[in-house]
Nanobody
């Protein structure tokens, strides 16, 4: 069964840093893309960052230069390093995966809350 468990969320001050972690299991890791989505208090969801099977990365324009995705295959973990946090980064952050053959990220974790004040 596909499982993605996020951790690392916290309430922090603007300008500080935070690193989110997502440990995954239950699917073919080598054939799947991984990504981070976030849901704002207004309940709008957006793709923040993703990393492909070839380790190619994508970052939304709103987070380029501040947030970065990385993956540790040995630990079955994907990270989101968050620097220079802004109030608009406040959201529920989800880890998600796109299995081989899928056109979108169809499996999401439960999310971890990040609040920036």
């Amino acid at each position: 069964h596909v499982q993605l468990v996020e951790s690392g969320g916290a309430s922090v001050q603007a300008g500080t840093s935070l690193r989110l972690s997502c440990t995954y299991s239950g699917f073919s890791f080598d054939d799947s893309d991984l990504g981070w989505y976030r849901q704002t208090p207004e309940k709008e969801c957006e793709l923040v960052s993703s990393i492909g099977t070839d380790e190619r990365t994508y970052h939304a324009d709103s987070v380029k230069g501040r947030l970065a995705i990385s993956q540790d295959h040995a630990k079955n973990t994907v990270y989101l390093q968050m620097n220079s946090l802004k109030s608009e980064d406040t959201a529920l952050y989800y880890c998600a995966t796109r299995p081989a053959g899928w056109y979108y990220f169809g499996f999401w974790g439960q999310g971890t809350q990040v609040t920036v004040s």
